[in-house]
């Protein structure tokens, strides 16, 4: 079975202003990097719009409707100090979660064997009830209930190598201890959570902090003595990936110094991990990463690994 790969043009309609480190060309290096001959197989698919009853299950109390009012019709505006709407923002945002359901629906019908979505804007630092960190759903929390509640799959896990600590996943999962989340991430760094000592109910969470300017040694160390075995033991029904390609060596909002075999070398140890516990069942999303050729090699190197897996 192939890999699939799910986008939507109205990803690049989510303008974030001139500078701003979360902008359209993020996803066109992604885009443009598995355009290469050895990407000629991927299921390429449209993603779909996520519902308000999906965005619920992880954002209460009408969250969507309230960001959904937010957008304006003209120009910016913040909805906090780093994260940004325009008027094409808000359908970007049901395309970005739509993806990750879209493509949990492939895995789980058997069409394909994983995905990857390439969606902005990104998803883990949105809280339940507050959007932040460029980020406005929770893309792949929403999956997570997706699967449950679609699926009936009970055991699922997180696993993100963002640089910075997915705290709107953890905040998300860490009172529900059928839900797993790890996370390799730099500490201290933006937003401020992730220390070693958050652990979640039972153990679901599990915070890997690396220290400025570790590079490939302490990241594979941290994934092999501590999160592969944990994410063994949790023994999940399905594998999600927040995929963040900033703790790249190039990347110029962080000091983590991983390397495009990095990424390659992660993903072919999550797939084994999913194929012992899961039916191989792994969908991957877009997070961060800020310098345009490291997003598209590391990006196209996460690929080829679920492609090879």
Same mark, same amino acid.
């Given at each position: 079975?192939?890999?699939?790969? #799910?986008?939507?043009?109205? +990803? #690049?309609?989510h303008d974030t202003g001139e500078g701003h480190p979360e902008c359209p060309e993020r996803l066109r290096a992604v885009l443009a990097g598995l355009e290469a001959e050895e990407f000629l197989y991927l299921d390429r698919r449209e993603a779909p719009r996520a519902t308000t009853e999906q965005i619920g299950r992880v954002h209460p109390g009408g969250f969507a409707d309230r960001i959904l009012r937010a957008i304006p019709?003209? $120009?910016?505006?913040?909805?906090?100090?780093?994260?940004?709407?325009?008027?094409?923002? $808000?359908?970007?945002?049901?395309?970005?979660?739509?993806?990750? +359901?879209?493509? *949990?629906?492939?895995?789980? &019908? $058997?069409?394909?064997?994983?995905? #990857? +979505?390439?969606?902005?804007?990104?998803?883990?630092?949105?809280?339940?009830? &507050?959007?932040?960190? #460029?980020?406005?759903?929770?893309?792949?929390? *929403?999956?997570?209930?997706h699967a449950r509640d679609r699926w009936g799959l009970r055991k699922i896990a997180v696993i993100d190598f963002d640089v910075h600590h997915g705290n709107g996943t953890q905040a998300a999962f860490e009172a529900d201890p059928d839900l797993f989340y790890a996370s390799t991430h730099q500490y201290p760094l933006y937003?401020?959570?992730?220390?070693?000592?958050?652990?979640?109910?039972a153990g679901n969470i599990v915070n890997l902090p690396l220290r400025p300017f570790a590079g490939s040694k302490e990241f594979r160390q941290a994934m092999e003595t501590v999160l592969l075995p944990k994410l063994e033991g949790f023994a999940p029904e399905l594998v999600l990936v927040s995929a963040g390609f900033d703790a790249h060596v190039s990347d110029p909002l962080a000091q983590l110094q991983l390397t495009d075999a990095d990424y390659h070398w992660a993903t072919e140890r999550l797939l084994a991990v999913a194929a012992a516990t899961a039916q191989g069942r792994l969908v991957s999303a877009l997070e961060g990463g800020y310098d345009l050729?490291?997003?598209a090699r590391a990006s196209a190197a996460h690929v080829r690994a679920l492609m090879l897996g």
């Open positions: 079975m192939a890999t699939a790969l #799910f986008s939507h043009s109205a +990803c #690049f309609a019709q003209s $120009g910016l505006r913040y909805v906090d100090g780093d994260t940004v709407v325009s008027p094409g923002s $808000g359908e970007a945002a049901l395309r970005a979660a739509g993806a990750v +359901c879209a493509a *949990i629906d492939a895995v789980m &019908q $058997g069409e394909v064997r994983n995905a #990857f +979505c390439a969606v902005r804007p990104p998803g883990h630092h949105a809280e339940p009830g &507050q959007a932040m960190g #460029f980020c406005l759903f929770n893309n792949i929390a *929403i999956g997570a209930w937003p401020g959570t992730g220390a070693a000592s958050e652990k979640g109910v050729g490291a997003l």
